[in-house]
């Protein structure tokens, strides 16, 4: 491998660790209270304790920067572009519903790239907790793919 090569493929680690760490997650709970009204709920609702990657947040990043392989098509044509995974961490740590939140309409290649790398985390995250219960939750994760 070139120096060249080497250079590069550690700019492409370096910038999806660093996009990585803008990481977003939503909850598919929510407050069902009637905002046309000024009612105040009958039982409060408690934000729940968030899933997490076994390995912690860092240990998620390092992962996906390994796993990662830029697709060939879209190193040829020179593109870059970003990647939103949303999925859901089941109450048992595993992942499904892996889907992209919007399609890349010039490169698809970063989506299913991203797809493929994030089941692979499957069984290794703790559940979230609603009240010391483990619940189903809603992730969403950019994964960025840069030539730069």
């Not at 089941?90 to 089941?119: N, S």
Request: glycine share 4%.
């Amino acid at each position: 491998m070139s120096i060249n090569n080497v250079c590069l493929n550690m700019r492409f680690a370096l910038l999806l660790l660093v996009s990585l760490l803008s990481v977003k997650h939503l909850s598919s709970q929510s407050d069902t209270t009637d905002l046309n009204t000024h009612e105040t709920p009958k039982k409060e609702i408690v934000a729940p304790e968030m899933a997490q990657y076994k390995k912690g947040e860092m240990g998620l990043h390092m992962f996906i920067a390994r796993k990662v392989k830029y697709p060939n098509r879209c190193r040829e044509l020179g593109i870059s572009g970003i990647s939103i995974i949303q999925f859901t961490v089941t109450k048992d740590g595993k992942v499904e519903d892996i889907e992209p939140l919007y399609k890349h309409k010039t490169c698809p290649e970063f989506d299913q790239e991203a797809v493929r790398v994030i089941k692979r985390t499957s069984g290794e995250w703790f559940p979230a907790k609603q009240s010391g219960k483990p619940v189903n939750i809603r992730f969403r994760l950019p994964i960025r793919f840069s030539l730069d």
